[in-house]
């Protein structure tokens, strides 16, 4: 018989530091982000009063944090995080800021860290091209449309690019502030941050940064989207009873509300992995960021069907929630791609564990 | 939140060689032939021996039979014996209604069955589900009628998996047709060497071998009740609400966190590392099926499906490990086409046939323990708060889900 692998925890629980921290933004977004707040900023994609709000309570600075102060937020904090933010629909940078903060941390030269406390201080807003910039494409930026620069991949170059304009907003079903990035287009400073193997190990990790944030907000989103179709079914009378009775309907939100729960779990265990034991991370980083796309899909698609023809209206939240969960993740292009991830992970020698 | 790995003290090491060596001698090739001809996940010399260790109740003291095993050293336990498929079945029915002794019964039964439990000797299956009741249990027509101080058992049990390697059957019966139906049930330990029972085999599409049990005016005295009269409801649903994941969470951190998903999500393990070595496994020409990115597209999805059932929590863990492994199981079986079709022990077969296993075996996940649909059920009154719904029979009776 083989050699035993090693015996390993399974502890999915947070602290009493944790909750306080999820609570304390859950309440922040339940309170200053309702629904009329986002349709309010569906125009532009942005609440410039709300980030303002958000960044006074410290998401973006907890990120990179103070050693004096007693440290930075880690990676399964600022999932904590993003979950409300994800619930919520709000309409804010804030997965770009915290992963551009973070690559600008780590870079730690003159310009970045100037530009890192004018970010943290919410003075300015820097977004991240999360593809190479590539000759005769140009790519759609999260956050372009209100950045004040964006940190890009060109050639063998990490740089920091100011646009000389706002970067054109570019109208998109998540009304998200997106913008192209064109690399010869409108005039701007270009700062070059880094080269060659620092820049691609910089953007690789501000990819799976971005891609376990997104999923952290997507695993909030399914749950906000499911707990719509649940309340509804519970009101909604046909033939004599709640309409969540009929076990079509009740059995679908279960589904959706399986799917919330589990991603919201997954992405907890890839940002733990993350931040202790990185290599496991290529493997659970991109599964909990196409589950918990998948589960968003999912749960908003049960819930516009569930809430019947006042769901599929432009009046209902649903439809909000529908659109965030492709609009959000598919800036960033296939998801299915992840599942290229996934198997070089596995080639690479990444393998689930046998468990009791 | 904590996913690393445990620092063993020397105790638990020594403890895990321990138990490696104890494998290592007892899962001869004779084992794993006898237990695939039999059927039923059993081997009595193995439960023997485990039980000479006091193994078969780990947790219990040693003066109980038990091992008094930390939870630590218990985890290591369940971890080894699943990841060599020992046959550990009949030991799990077992401990359900060695529990419910314990908990319920008389010191004069318990000294009658608790040390064969403990042993090895004494095995128990359970009678729950009947020919015309599985997934509303409740409504169970098994009779107990009382008979001066005894009982008189009539009806028959389905699906009773060790029957005929057991010395009990731990038996839902019904002792009372005047009330709610949930109302009126009782738990029993029942002798299986009585005249009348019959046992008769089943064989599963997945390759077990079970029982249907016929009860046929078994006489037994009120020694073999286990828990209130008419109260039994109450008695069987804590072993359920276990099995259906609705339990309290491990206290250590070092168990699974979806319920009985747990044990269908070991079954996808198996099936993905017999897929993984066939699809890292080249050819006469070098090609490995894996180097293919459709392939390995597909094998990253089960991988992918086993962290999500992992992750998912309680009864919603158990329906999305069920139905992940019956969808897995068929893509798998479809991956290594054709030569996944033949049998383990036909030439030719592939990864020992686990892939044709598989498939036959899959969707006994979305079935036993009460389907995937009572699940839902469950979980959407209790955990989704969404109102319950009005059943034909519920105008007499109320709801089983109650109290």
Request: negative net charge; contains cysteine; hydrophobic residues 45%.
């Amino acid at each position: 018989m083989t050699e035993s692998p090693p015996l390993r925890r399974n502890d999915y629980a947070l602290s009493a530091d944790q909750r306080a921290l999820a609570e304390a933004f859950e309440e922040f977004f339940r309170k200053e982000c309702p629904s009329s707040r986002v349709r309010d900023a569906e125009a532009t994609g942005f609440d410039a009063g709300l980030w303002t709000d958000l960044c006074r309570l410290g998401a973006v600075s907890m990120a990179v944090g103070d050693p004096a102060a007693g440290g930075r937020a880690s990676l399964v904090d600022l999932t904590l995080v993003a979950e409300p933010y994800g619930r919520y629909l709000a309409p804010l940078p804030l997965i770009e800021s915290i992963v551009a903060a973070h690559m600008l941390e780590r870079l730690g030269t003159a310009p970045a860290t100037e530009w890192l406390h004018r970010l943290a201080e919410a003075s300015c807003v820097v977004a991240v091209a999360l593809s190479p910039v590539q000759a005769g494409r140009r790519q759609l930026v999260p956050a372009g449309a209100i950045a004040d620069a964006v940190l890009c991949h060109d050639g063998a170059e990490l740089v920091l690019f100011e646009p000389a304009r706002p970067l054109a907003h570019v109208r998109n079903q998540a009304c998200a502030p997106l913008a192209r990035l064109d690399a010869t287009g409108p005039a701007g400073a270009r700062t070059v941050l880094a080269h060659g193997p620092a820049a691609v190990a910089l953007m690789a990790r501000a990819r799976q940064e971005w891609k376990l944030l997104t999923a952290a907000a997507l695993a909030g989103l399914a749950a906000g989207a499911v707990e719509l179709g649940i309340d509804f079914a519970k009101s909604r009378h046909a033939f004599g009873a709640p309409i969540g009775t009929f076990q079509a309907i009740a059995h679908s939100l279960v589904d959706a509300a399986a799917g919330a729960a589990g991603s919201r779990h997954l992405t907890w265990k890839a940002a733990w992995f993350s931040e202790h034991e990185p290599a496991s991370a290529e493997a659970l980083v991109p599964m909990a960021y196409l589950h918990s796309i998948r589960s968003a899909v999912r749960a908003t698609a049960v819930g516009v069907h569930v809430q019947g023809g006042f769901g599929f209206t432009r009046d209902s939240d649903e439809q909000l929630y529908f659109r965030r969960a492709k609009g959000w993740p598919l800036v960033y292009g296939d998801p299915n791609h992840e599942l290229s991830v996934i198997a070089d992970a596995i080639r690479n020698g990444w393998a689930p564990q046998m468990t009791a | 939140m904590d996913f690393g790995v445990v620092e063993l003290t020397d105790e638990a090491r020594a403890f895990w060689a321990e138990l490696r060596e104890f494998l290592d001698e007892q899962l001869t090739d004779d084992l794993r032939a006898a237990v695939h001809v039999a059927g039923s996940d059993f081997y009595e010399p193995f439960q023997r021996a485990m039980g000479a260790r006091g193994w078969l109740m780990p947790h219990w003291g040693t003066d109980e039979g038990g091992a008094a095993l930390d939870p630590v050293r218990r985890h290591i336990l369940a971890l080894e014996l699943s990841r060599q498929a020992a046959p550990i079945n009949i030991i799990d029915t077992t401990a359900i209604g060695a529990e419910a002794v314990k908990a319920w019964g008389s010191d004069e039964l318990r000294a009658e069955v608790l040390p064969g439990v403990t042993s090895g000797a004494i095995r128990i299956c359970l009678g729950y589900t009947e020919p015309d009741a599985g997934s509303d249990l409740a409504a169970v027509r098994t009779r107990a009628v009382r008979a001066g101080d005894d009982w008189i058992i009539k009806g028959s049990k389905m699906f009773t998996t060790g029957a005929q390697v057991s010395q009990f059957s731990f038996l839902l019966a019904r002792t009372n047709t005047e009330v709610a139906k949930h109302k009126g049930l009782t738990m029993f330990l029942v002798p299986l060497d009585d005249p009348g029972v019959s046992v008769g085999p089943i064989e599963t599409l997945g390759g077990e071998r079970t029982n249907v049990v016929y009860y046929g005016d078994v006489r037994i005295t009120d020694k073999y009740r286990l828990g209130p009269v008419d109260g039994g409801w109450s008695v069987l649903s804590a072993p359920l609400d276990e099995e259906h994941g609705i339990g309290t969470a491990n206290g250590q951190g070092l168990g699974e966190i979806n319920g009985q998903g747990a044990w269908h999500n070991r079954s996808l393990q198996r099936i993905f590392a017999a897929a993984h070595r066939w699809a890292v496994t080249p050819d006469a020409d070098g090609d490995a099926p894996i180097d293919e990115q459709a392939t390995a597209a597909r094998l990253a999805q089960v991988a992918m499906d086993i962290e999500v059932a992992r992750s998912t929590p309680g009864a919603m863990g158990r329906v999305v490990a069920a139905e992940l492994l019956i969808q897995d199981a068929a893509d798998l079986i479809d991956l290594a086409a054709p030569d996944s079709l033949i049998a383990r022990g036909e030439s030719g077969a592939v990864e020992d046939g686990t892939f044709e296993w598989g498939h036959r075996f899959a969707p006994g996940s979305a079935i036993y323990g009460g389907t995937v649909e009572i699940q839902r059920n469950i979980i959407a009154q209790r955990f989704l708060g969404l109102p319950r719904p009005l059943m034909p029979s519920a105008s007499k009776q109320s709801d089983p889900g109650k109290g």
